[in-house]
């Protein structure tokens, strides 16, 4: 069974620019989450997807960050324009079934120079 | 929402079991216990989780005291590639949310 995958990898910007990052959720997996994680800490959560409604944006910063599931499948994170604050890891989760476990995917790791 | 506590680091000789601990004395009833470990430059990895019974699966073991305000993951015979950041994680009752912390850093030793 393939996993989260996530991409780019790595992702090198100019402060001010946008940048876009993609994850696809393992098949047949409704929940989505982005999660951010500076670095020396844990994940912290961004948003979560229920098929295509986000139904927890909280920790999202809108001026700036945006999301879309518009198919409830693949998932897209959009920073416009970056700072130099955003450089961080950007991981991409999903779960679906009865435990609801959360499975991540390997995290774009974004640099704002 | 049930905090957990780890320790910061520990270290572990290649071969030998890992116990990592964690606390969560606030935890309610019905909250699930959650171990993950993030391997440098990867995702965080699932490993395990469990209500009130020990668990066990080809990773590890988790044991869940009869209070359940703590708990361990055994690693009963570590490889230097379980080198690793641990987590553990109650998500709040009802909700997914999982909260990281800092985890605790194992490092298994040649």
């Known amino acids: 069974e393939a996993g989260v995958v996530q991409s780019p990898r790595y992702k090198i910007i100019e402060k001010k620019q946008p940048v876009a990052f993609w994850c696809n959720p393992i098949?047949?997996?409704?929940?989505l989450y982005w999660y951010l994680q500076n670095l020396g800490q844990g994940p912290e959560l961004l948003i979560r997807?229920?098929?295509?409604?986000?139904?927890?944006d909280s920790q999202l910063p809108k001026d700036r960050f945006s999301a879309e599931r518009l198919k409830g499948v693949d998932s897209t994170l959009k920073i416009q324009p970056a700072e130099l604050g955003d450089s961080a890891v950007y991981l991409c989760?999903?779960?679906?079934?009865?435990?609801?476990?959360?499975?991540f995917g390997p995290g774009t790791r974004l640099t704002v120079l | 929402d049930a905090k957990t506590t780890q320790p910061p680091s520990m270290d572990c000789a290649e071969g030998r079991a890992a116990n990592l601990p964690c606390n969560h004395s606030?935890?309610?009833?019905?909250?699930?216990v959650y171990w993950y470990r993030q391997i440098h430059s990867q995702g965080p990895q699932y490993i395990i989780h469990?209500?009130?019974n020990n668990e066990t699966n080809e990773m590890a073991s988790l044991i869940i005291t009869e209070d359940r305000k703590s708990s361990t993951l055994i690693l009963p015979h570590a490889t230097l590639r379980d080198t690793a950041v641990y987590y553990c994680i109650v998500p709040p009752s009802g909700t997914y949310k999982y909260i990281f912390g800092t985890g605790t850093r194992l490092k298994v030793l040649a």
């Open positions: 989760a999903s779960s679906g079934g009865p435990t609801d476990t959360q499975y």
């Open positions: 098949s047949g997996h409704n929940t």
């Open positions: 469990g209500l009130k």
């Open positions: 997807y229920e098929n295509e409604e986000a139904v927890d």
């Open positions: 606030t935890i309610s009833g019905n909250e699930y």
